[in-house]
């Protein structure tokens, strides 16, 4: 913090309001669950701050799991460069625009000037515009050495020289760095590494979520979630569960207000520890999900067991995943293919269709949806 300037010693003003703070302690893991490195962190408690006084604008755009997926398939494809840096404290590195006191952080008042507050310079972790500012601060630096904004999302940047291609796709403060010229990579990262503190992970194997595994002999890429599937499994107590072949019974069709009613807050984190493995890598259980999902305000014990069953699937294909296949042929095309379905009327309560999509590129799912449909199809005879 002190390196970063984040904050200067001043008497409060008559009149502010002051943001208080407290040390988080945390474990950072790698893909296989061991301990990758602790991390103590100052944190302000944003719930604080007054709307028009301490912040106004906090949105800040995140990576959709569609671009992480169409990035690797697109680098794996010639078989190109895949690396990875994390920002060290990227928060502390945005500008602020408002004007915020805290309390000098515990275990580090300076003798003497017990009376003053830290008036902030940089982000602080907890304030709800520090990702915001972050995010303007990348951005600002990312365009002014000369990277393009991809328009489809605002977190994948690319640069194209003679050298060669690159692209970075950025996730809060991970960085996932694409590029067809092993020296033009070394170069980028290394002007990165001037402009912030980083740390350069090499070759990337695990994102947010989802382990990423390279056959670059044979040109194949896995995304998986193992770690965090097994971890979800045990949670709700299905370790040792018979597995089953399909994640949903055949011509199930679930009903409201049927069976005993269960703990909807269990159900809900279910339903939403579930959803995170649908978005990333199993769109196998996108149906079944969609399903179950309609029924997370008022679920019974049918509606439980048909949320199990998913587990039960789950732990018989913990180890499945996503894989993209490249080609040996430099000049081949990366072709983009769309599937499209629905049933008719396949809610027996609603009469609403069911429909699903999925488009596939280097031969693996990079977009995918089922849910039902918002209106209702009506089937009229022919006027004779």
Known sequence: ??????????????????????WVFKIKCNSDG????????????????????DFTETYSPVIRHTSVRAVLAIANQ????????????????GNLEEEIYTKQPSGFVQKGKENLFCKLEKGLYGLKQSAR??????????????????????????????????????HVDDLIIVSSDSEMLREEKNMLSQRFAMHDLGEAHFIPGMKITRDRQNRKLWLTQESYLSEVIEKFGMKDCRSVATPQETGQHLEKHEGIPVKVKEFQALVGSLTY?????????????????????NPSDIHWKAAKRILRYLSGTVNYGICFTGSNDMSAEVKLTGFVDADFAGDIMTRRSQ??????LCAGPISWVSKKQATLYLLRKPNM
Request: one cysteine or more.
């Open 78 to 93: 010639p078989d190109m460069e895949i690396h990875q840096m994390d920002v060290q404290t990227a928060f502390l590195n």
């Open 355 to 360: 429909s699903g999509y999925v488009f596939q």
């Open 1 to 22: 913090m002190i390196k970063n300037n984040v904050f200067k010693l001043v008497a409060l003003p008559e009149g502010r309001d002051v943001v208080d703070n407290k």
């Open 34 to 53: 061991s301990v990758q490195r602790y991390k103590a962190r100052l944190v302000a408690k944003g719930f604080s701050q007054q709307p028009g006084v």
């Open 277 to 297: 493995a649908a978005m990333a890598t199993r769109p196998d259980i996108s149906a079944a999900l969609a399903m179950i999902s309609q029924f997370a305000s």
């Open 133 to 170: 500012c972050w995010y303007q601060m990348l951005n600002d630096y990312l365009q002014k050495v000369d990277y393009q904004q991809r328009p489809s999302d605002p977190c994948v940047y690319w640069k194209r020289t003679s050298c060669g291609l690159i692209i970075i796709a950025i």
